[in-house]
């Protein structure tokens, strides 16, 4: 990233503030679109007032506010949007007549993190676990949004009530009485604290409460899969958590600093940065048949606690018939758009090993979308380690050969056409000609 006097600053102000995520979404945002800003975590100790108006009057572009500074920071600014003096709290802050006027796009990010997955709110009935502030700015943004009806759930029956003063939508129900809510279908939020300690349980134990969930989303998203989340999984309810609120309250105040729209495709970039950023990067393994991917690939994840996928059994049983079967009766090149399009679907992945077929890196594609997946190893075996691999192996529809010389000569073929892609491709090249897969996992710089 190239610094000068032109370029615009952009920050966000907190403390503690050093494990912020913002500097994730807003500067690949601006590497994306090309705009010559930079955004960085500003510190501030306790006085927020004379912060604000330095950075005003440094001439700095645009500011996000988080804790503790959220409702303080409102005492210091020339304007406050209708829906954040509402809520009661600011995190955005854009120029406005010589300093900064203050909005809140956390519930304008969660609305459009629901919108983003097909959900939309108007005339839905929801519920509401807790009733702290987080709730409280869900129920608001549910009646901006023309939500119908909000139950609203929590242990403490006196908090759940004191929501319902500005919010005549709402119907407060103490915990131990949730069976007074009607059987029917809800978006359901999960606004407690509950999820982030790993012995945490849920607010309701009760599946049948979740089985009136149509869809779920739980305001946590570290861990990423929290009791409650865990629960509409295994009860098979969509859900999500909330890194996608993180995500969209970003993209809405660098749209509102900018004036600019952010397309989806380069709201998926941003998510699959910080899905890295937050669950752990991805390891791609490329290589021709029989270098030990999928053994390797195994290894790795088993001793990295990291998940695994190996894309050719994916598109194995997505499509229900073998490799072979769907070059017999469709064509490679059909079997290329599968695998194409399997690759391209996988942007969200974090803290996976992914093994790939030998001819994944052919399209330019495949190697684009695949390198954006984290770090890139190469598993390089010689003609003869290959061939004593794969010769018997009726699993591969490239590799059918009458003799052991045929084989020989196809593999030698095929490794001079496709060894430079793997080299230029990777960041790192291992040769696994005399190394167990758990060797090969060990030495794997990532």
């Known amino acids: 990233m190239h610094i000068d006097g032109r370029t615009k600053i952009l920050g966000v102000i907190g403390n503690p503030i050093e494990h912020t995520l913002s500097p994730v979404i807003h500067n690949t945002l601006?590497?994306?679109?090309?705009?010559?800003?930079?955004?960085?975590?500003?510190?501030?100790?306790?006085?927020?007032?004379?912060?604000?108006?330095?950075?005003?009057?440094?001439?700095?572009?645009?500011?996000?506010?988080?804790?503790?500074?959220?409702?303080?920071?409102?005492?210091?600014?020339?304007?406050?949007?209708?829906?954040?003096?509402?809520?009661?709290?600011?995190?955005?802050?854009?120029?406005?007549?010589?300093?900064?006027?203050?909005?809140?796009?956390?519930?304008?990010?969660?609305?459009?993190?629901?919108?983003?997955?097909?959900?939309?709110?108007?005339?839905?009935?929801?519920?509401?676990?807790?009733?702290?502030?987080?709730?409280?700015?869900?129920?608001?943004?549910?009646?901006?949004?023309?939500?119908?009806?909000?139950?609203?759930?929590n242990r403490s029956f006196d908090k759940a009530q004191a929501l319902t003063a500005d919010n005549d939508l709402i119907t407060p129900i103490a915990q131990e009485d949730y069976k007074s809510i009607p059987e029917d279908k809800y978006i359901m939020f999960q606004c407690t604290s509950l999820g982030l300690k790993e012995d945490d349980g849920k607010l309701i134990e009760d599946d049948d409460f979740y089985r009136m969930a149509e869809y779920g989303y739980d305001l946590i998203y570290n861990p990423a899969v929290t009791p409650f989340l865990s629960t509409l999984d295994r009860l098979g309810i969509k859900n999500d958590n909330g890194l996608t609120m993180l995500l969209y309250q970003g993209i809405i105040a660098f749209e509102m600093w900018f004036g600019v729209k952010i397309t989806a495709e380069n709201a998926e970039r941003v998510y699959a940065e910080l899905c890295k950023k937050i669950y752990g990067e991805n390891i791609v393994l490329v290589g021709y048949m029989g270098s030990g991917k999928t053994s390797v690939g195994k290894a790795l994840a088993k001793d990295r606690n990291m998940d695994f996928i190996d894309l050719d059994e994916y598109i194995v049983q997505k499509e229900g018939r073998s490799i072979n079967d769907i070059f017999t009766y469709e064509s490679e090149e059909y079997f290329r758009n599968l695998e194409s399009k399997v690759i391209s679907g996988l942007s969200n992945l974090s803290n996976t090993v992914i093994s790939t077929g030998g001819g994944a890196v052919l399209r330019k594609g495949n190697r684009d979308n695949l390198g954006k997946l984290g770090h890139v190893v190469y598993l390089k075996a010689d003609v003869d380690t290959i061939v004593e691999r794969v010769k018997g192996d009726d699993s591969r529809p490239l590799l059918q050969s009458e003799s052991e010389e045929e084989l020989r000569k196809r593999v030698s073929m095929m490794l001079d056409s496709r060894n430079p892609y793997y080299e230029i491709f990777a960041d790192q090249v291992i040769y696994t000609d005399r190394l167990t897969p758990s060797e090969i996992a060990e030495i794997i710089e990532f």
Request: hydrophobic share 45%.
């Open 30 to 153: 601006c590497e994306l679109l090309g705009i010559d800003a930079v955004y960085v975590p500003i510190h501030v100790e306790n006085d927020i007032v004379t912060a604000v108006n330095g950075l005003a009057a440094s001439d700095v572009y645009g500011l996000n506010v988080t804790v503790p500074y959220k409702q303080e920071v409102m005492k210091v600014l020339s304007g406050i949007d209708e829906e954040a003096a509402e809520i009661g709290a600011v995190n955005t802050l854009v120029r406005s007549n010589g300093g900064y006027k203050g909005y809140n796009t956390d519930m304008p990010g969660l609305k459009r993190a629901l919108e983003s997955k097909g959900i939309e709110l108007e005339g839905k009935k929801a519920i509401i676990l807790g009733a702290g502030g987080a709730a409280r700015a869900v129920s608001i943004m549910l009646r901006n949004a023309g939500a119908s009806k909000i139950y609203l759930v």
